[in-house]
């Protein structure tokens, strides 16, 4: 059995309590306190999650050119938007 002190705001000793051998003495298995520390970790992430709104969302709009133009061009305009960085370079020198 082991014995604990029992201390006060203070941190001054009012007494002892003796602890179940069969509960604190007992072999740690690390795999089910991983376990508990992920859940508890997870849990306290909760509600910080978000997904984007259709407001949120780059791009959606206008698609610039059909997707398959010619034979030989077929993946060509696959990650082609009016959003990508040439455009508004584009834009700034033209107007």
Same mark, same amino acid.
């Given at each position: 059995? !082991?014995t #604990?002190?029992?201390?006060?705001? &203070? @941190? +001054?000793?009012?007494g002892? $309590?003796?602890?179940? !051998?069969? #509960?604190?003495e007992?072999?740690? &298995? @690390? +795999?089910?306190?991983?376990? $508990?520390?992920q859940?508890?970790?997870?849990?306290?992430?909760?509600?910080?999650?978000?997904?984007?709104?259709?407001?949120?969302?780059s791009?959606?709009?206008?698609?610039?050119f059909k997707?398959k133009?010619?034979?030989?061009?077929?993946s060509?305009?696959?990650?082609?938007?009016?959003?990508?960085?040439?455009?508004?370079?584009?834009?700034?020198?033209?107007?």
């Amino acid at each position: 059995m !082991a014995t #604990v002190n029992v201390l006060n705001w &203070k @941190k +001054e000793k009012v007494g002892s $309590v003796e602890l179940a !051998a069969d #509960v604190f003495e007992a072999p740690v &298995k @690390k +795999e089910v306190l991983h376990t $508990v520390v992920q859940w508890q970790l997870a849990a306290r992430r909760q509600g910080t999650h978000m997904t984007k709104t259709k407001g949120l969302v780059s791009g959606g709009g206008k698609k610039p050119f059909k997707q398959k133009r010619y034979w030989w061009s077929s993946s060509r305009f696959f990650t082609f938007s009016f959003d990508a960085w040439w455009w508004y370079y584009v834009r700034s020198t033209t107007s």
